[in-house]
């Protein structure tokens, strides 16, 4: 088994999603509705994350988390989703590694006529092979092709973020 190692513990990771949060809340002071997709079940537990950090900061507008499963092509239909025009789409997740299901979902809710769409990452590698922009990134991770970032929250109250 490989050796882990340790990147980010739990304290940094909950500065690191209101650091994401506050800097998401900058950009949509006006925004009435924002819709935080997480992809599959990690990015859905960090969008939760900023769901809960975002409510105390903007006040007066609704955010709504939900998640989407790429892996099982299980996308949100369209009538998930009000006001298309007026609200903003951050696909969440934990890590990009190629930029393959950040972009799988970016299409998605373009199709669907979506005006607005971000993305927020906990962690990005510099190898994507796909045109995605990280418009919200906790950290940004040199690695080697052969190296693996992974998020754990198996334990709410240990988050790490690890290299194996």
């Known amino acids: ?8 513990n739990h304290g940094d990771i909950l500065l690191v999603i209101k650091r994401i949060a506050i800097e998401i809340a900058e950009n ?5 509705q924002i819709y935080f997709i997480g992809l599959n079940d990690r990015g859905f537990f960090l969008a939760n994350a900023l769901c809960s950090e975002l409510t105390v900061i903007l006040l007066n507008t609704k955010i709504k988390s939900m998640q989407m499963d790429i892996q099982n092509n299980h996308f949100i ?3 998930e989703i009000s006001d298309l025009e007026n609200s903003a789409i951050i696909i969440v997740d934990d890590v990009v590694n190629s930029g393959f299901t950040a972009m799988k979902s970016i299409a998605h809710f373009f199709e669907m006529g ?6 927020a990452f ?3 590698r510099e190898h994507l092979n796909y045109p995605v922009l ?4 906790g950290l ?7 190296d693996h970032v992974y998020f754990d ?11 194996a």
């Open 28 to 32: 949509h002071v006006e925004t009435k």
């Open 114 to 119: 979506c005006k607005q769409i971000e993305t």
């Open 122 to 124: 906990f962690a990005k």
């Open 134 to 137: 990280a418009n919200y990134v």
């Open 77 to 79: 239909p369209a009538n």
């Open 1 to 8: 088994m490989l050796e882990k190692q340790i990147i980010r």
């Open 140 to 146: 940004s991770i040199a690695t080697t092709l052969k």
């Open 153 to 163: 929250n198996s334990n709410s109250t240990q988050l790490q973020i690890y290299l």
